[in-house]
């Protein structure tokens, strides 16, 4: 159980930016496939990236790592070993998804699993695009669940529509095609994160990309790298959101990856009327950055949809509470991704916002948040494991009167270990 009592002071000071969870877990799986050793600095030392890196050592990868930093011995895309005991994934859909795709591609056989949350998140949108490139793959639930089992084979490229906007059954498929026969070519409804295109285009792998059209050609040889991992806008966004809301508040947030793909949080919080100042752009590991500064202000209500959302997916649970304490009514189409995740995030915010005195409400697709109704009031809350509800319900307990008490705090750890530090911190 973690307890927040309401705020009596603003948010004022600064801090740096937790690493980026994605490119993290991209990094050491990518450097694994080069030939020779990749550097990467600033790596994630969270729960969900350490599953990536466990299960890559497990997969014959020499990985030594001091503090933040990591050095990736990589053996080639054929120099992988076959496992000798499950891969555990943890709570990484991530893991999961990348592994799967890279696995189907391997001479060897495999077994992926997760704890129970990650056992019971469909998989069955992966393994379906998979086997049409020959990949065996068999799964829990009538192929719908983990544990996997993969039986790696030869597989052939694809033309292939992506279902719904998705980095990571985008970023598997490329994984899957990069010693496939023949070219493969994927297309996305919506632009999604584009990590993976970006780094392994600077690995020296064969990637042509026009609009929302990917063009794979296999067998090219990835080069070793040294990677430095931007700030995560992920992690970013809960101080965001809470200096935004928070009277008087006033934070300096240092080294905030703005990849386009993933700063609609920003986008979005502006035209709400935030303040936000970027600072010092720069370029780091071909991935923009900037420092912000961010001041309360006061919001007005948004409608989120269409392309939109692929660009703010992870951040729509804390947009939800600056939502919350906008004046009108906000809607959010388009998001059946949320359902999804580590939670079914539009049932878990709203139905915990609605304990707090929040007039929201789930819908097939998205949710509605009727704003300004009033102020939030302190109830026992719960996470249900997952880290960015948990984040999230911590940034409206800042705001709510009386205390709150929210139950499975340590899903932070997921993603962002020193949040509850980090928050005490800038509220003192």
Not at 37 to 52: G, H
Not at 90 to 109: D, I, K
Request: aromatic share 4%; charged share 20%.
């Amino acid at each position: 159980m973690r307890t927040i009592s309401k705020s009596r002071k603003p948010l004022r000071g600064e801090l740096t930016a937790e690493a980026d969870k994605s490119i993290s877990h991209r990094a050491v799986i990518f450097s694994a496939l080069a030939r020779g050793e990749s550097v990467i600095r600033n790596f994630l030392l969270a729960a969900d990236t350490l599953s990536s890196y466990t299960c890559m050592e497990q997969l014959g990868v020499q990985i030594s790592r001091q503090d933040s930093l990591l050095r990736v011995m990589g053996k080639g895309l054929e120099g992988l070993q076959e496992p000798t005991e499950v891969l555990n994934c943890g709570n990484s859909g991530t893991t999961m998804r990348l592994l799967t795709g890279l696995l189907s591609a391997r001479p060897f056989f495999s077994v992926l699993s997760g704890d129970r949350s990650l056992n019971r998140r469909p998989m069955e949108r992966i393994i379906s695009p998979l086997s049409s490139m020959g990949a065996q793959i068999f799964a829990r639930g009538q192929g719908h669940f983990p544990p996997l089992a993969v039986n790696g084979s030869r597989l052939k490229g694809i033309d292939y529509t992506l279902p719904v906007a998705s980095a990571q059954l985008k970023s598997a498929l490329l994984l899957a095609a990069l010693t496939a026969e023949g070219e493969t070519i994927i297309s996305e409804p919506q632009k999604s994160r584009d990590h993976t295109e970006r780094m392994l285009r600077a690995m020296g792998a064969r990637i042509e990309l026009v609009g929302q059209r990917i063009r794979l050609c296999p067998e090219a040889e990835l080069s070793p790298q040294e990677f430095i991992v931007p700030g995560d806008i992920s992690s970013a966004a809960f101080f965001i959101v809470a200096a935004t809301i928070l009277p008087g508040s006033e934070l300096l947030i240092r080294g905030v990856g703005i990849n386009p793909s993933r700063s609609g949080i920003i986008d979005i919080l502006v035209q709400m009327g935030a303040k936000i100042k970027l600072e010092n752009k720069k370029v780091i590991s071909g991935e923009p950055v900037a420092d912000l500064i961010v001041s309360h202000s006061q919001l007005k209500a948004v409608e989120v949809e269409g392309d939109m959302v692929p660009r703010l997916i992870d951040e729509l649970p804390v947009l939800a509470v600056a939502m919350a304490v906008a004046s009108g009514t906000s809607i959010v189409h388009d998001a059946q991704e949320l359902k999804v995740k580590e939670s079914d995030r539009i049932e878990t915010i709203t139905g915990e916002l609605k304990k707090m005195g929040v007039p929201a409400h789930a819908t097939q697709d998205g949710f509605i948040i009727e704003g300004g109704a009033g102020p939030l009031i302190g109830s026992r809350v719960n996470s249900h494991g997952d880290h960015r509800i948990a984040m999230s319900l911590a940034v409206a307990a800042l705001l709510a009167e009386g205390q709150s008490v929210i139950s499975n705090p340590q899903a932070v750890d997921i993603s962002f270990p020193a949040f509850w530090q980090e928050l005490e911190r800038l509220s003192q």
